[in-house]
């Protein structure tokens, strides 16, 4: 539970609640979310999700323009040879690995798929490259299927929003988590509207608690603001002790 200070007695969120609240928020205000990678056809996002691993989208973008020119194709990546795909993508994170990944990606993409991008995360995982992150991704995003894909962003904004539990460890346990209570339909975009509050407002080293508006239902906002103690308040509820924050909290409507 989460407390919230309103009126004359202090609230307790039910997770089912903030969920409600975080849903309502970015449908109302951000409608439209999608991947800031840059492609064409589902062979170049996935291309480009592969290369995005540990790495920033901004950089990925300026490397794949050459790379899509050069290699089109599932064909032509697949006859490339390692030395001149990591040439154009040796800026990257782990250009090494990466380059192979490519070139057997693209092996596989032809030989076993008929160069057809698979629609399920376990045909996708079988590809080199292509963990469960990017595997939801691509049917997430190509097949707009309701699949959640935990990268970094999505996990720190999960758990400092109160969203998932502390136990939740590992990116698995967040998907888990998050499926369960983002209704089906929403899932796609909701995977992109937490990753682009993680890389814009909730960064990781100094959360813009000031810019966000989100705030009142933030478990990390919640505990980050001082508190006020109240001896024998007025504003109690069942005759028990509360606080409030000194900066306010606005008042929602359930």
Same mark, same amino acid.
């Given at each position: 539970m989460f407390s919230v200070f309103l009126g004359k007695c202090t609230i307790f969120m039910l997770k089912k609640?903030?969920?409600?609240?975080?849903? $309502?928020?970015?449908?109302?205000?951000?409608?439209?979310a999608e991947t800031e990678l840059n492609?064409?056809?589902?062979?170049?996002?996935?291309?480009?999700?592969?290369?995005? &691993?540990?790495?920033?989208? $901004?950089r990925i973008n300026q490397v794949t323009p050459a790379l899509f020119k050069r290699f089109p194709d599932p064909e032509s990546l697949a006859l490339a040879e390692f030395e001149e795909v990591f040439q154009y993508i040796r800026s990257v994170s782990y250009p090494n690995n990466k380059a192979k990944h490519l070139i057997g990606m693209a092996k596989m993409l032809k030989q076993d798929f008929h160069s057809e991008v698979p629609s399920t995360i376990e045909?996708?995982?079988?590809?080199?490259?292509?963990?469960? $992150?990017? &595997?939801?991704?691509?049917?997430s995003v190509i097949y707009n299927q309701p699949a959640m894909a935990v990268d970094t962003h999505v996990f720190r904004v999960s758990h400092r929003i109160g969203l998932v539990a502390?136990?939740?460890?590992?990116?698995?346990?967040?998907?888990?988590?998050?499926?369960?209570?983002?209704?089906?339909?929403?899932?796609?975009?909701?995977?992109?509207?937490?990753?682009?509050?993680?890389?814009?407002? *909730?960064?990781?080293?100094?959360?813009? *608690?000031?810019?966000?508006?989100?705030?009142?239902?933030?478990?990390?906002?919640?505990?980050?603001?001082?508190?006020?103690?109240?001896?024998?308040?007025?504003?109690?509820? *069942?005759?028990?002790?509360?606080t409030f924050r000194r900066t306010g909290l606005k008042i929602w409507e359930f």
């Open positions: 609640e903030r969920y409600q609240l975080l849903i $309502k928020y970015f449908t109302e205000n951000f409608p439209v492609y064409s056809n589902p062979y170049e996002l996935l291309v480009a999700v592969i290369l995005s &691993a540990q790495c920033t989208d $901004k045909e996708l995982q079988k590809m080199p490259g292509v963990g469960r $992150k990017t &595997a939801n991704v691509i049917v502390k136990k939740a460890t590992t990116p698995l346990a967040v998907e888990k988590e998050l499926i369960r209570y983002i209704p089906e339909e929403l899932v796609p975009v909701a995977h992109h509207w937490l990753i682009l509050h993680g890389r814009y407002i *909730c960064v990781a080293r100094s959360p813009k *608690c000031n810019e966000c508006k989100l705030t009142q239902l933030c478990k990390f906002y919640e505990k980050s603001i001082p508190k006020v103690p109240i001896a024998k308040s007025q504003y109690s509820c *069942c005759n028990q002790l509360i």
